[in-house]
């Protein structure tokens, strides 16, 4: 039997083609089952991260793409899906980190050659216009 729900991120045609192919070679599904984050009902968990994921692509917010009509959940759903505490969003983001990390270094180590392997973190500080800037 097929899904009743079509699979939406927030509807943004161009943003989430590019987003979901991304997260779908990534396998970001496989790791939120793995990390316990599931839905019974409703949107699954990957299409609701995937719609929270593009927002900030699209530099809007809950209530803007609620105003718009492009959520494809209501904005109480996101919400309790995000506060949920039986979700650790720690665990999620480094196994993703090191599905991308693993994925990647393998083609340089299986050459020839010797290559040094780093990986750089950037931390630094960017203004967002949603987040809390004025409180520097």
């Not at 995937?50 to 959520?71: A, D, Q």
Request: charged share 25%.
């Amino acid at each position: 039997m097929g899904r009743i729900l079509p699979e939406v991120a927030c509807q943004n045609p161009q943003t989430d083609s590019t987003i979901s192919q991304f997260f779908r070679r990534f396998e970001l599904h496989r790791i939120l089952n793995a990390c316990g984050i599931r839905k019974e009902k409703g949107l699954s968990a990957f299409d609701i991260v995937l719609c929270l994921i593009s927002m900030v692509f699209t530099n809007k917010s809950i209530p803007v793409l609620e105003k718009e009509g492009n959520l494809p959940c209501g904005k109480s759903s996101l919400f309790r899906f995000l506060d949920n505490p039986r979700f650790c969003w720690r665990k999620v983001i480094l196994q993703f980190a090191l599905k991308i990390l693993f994925l990647f270094m393998k083609p340089a180590a299986g050459k020839k050659k010797k290559l040094f392997e780093v990986l750089i973190v950037d931390d630094t500080l960017y203004p967002r216009k949603r987040s809390c800037s004025g409180l520097r």
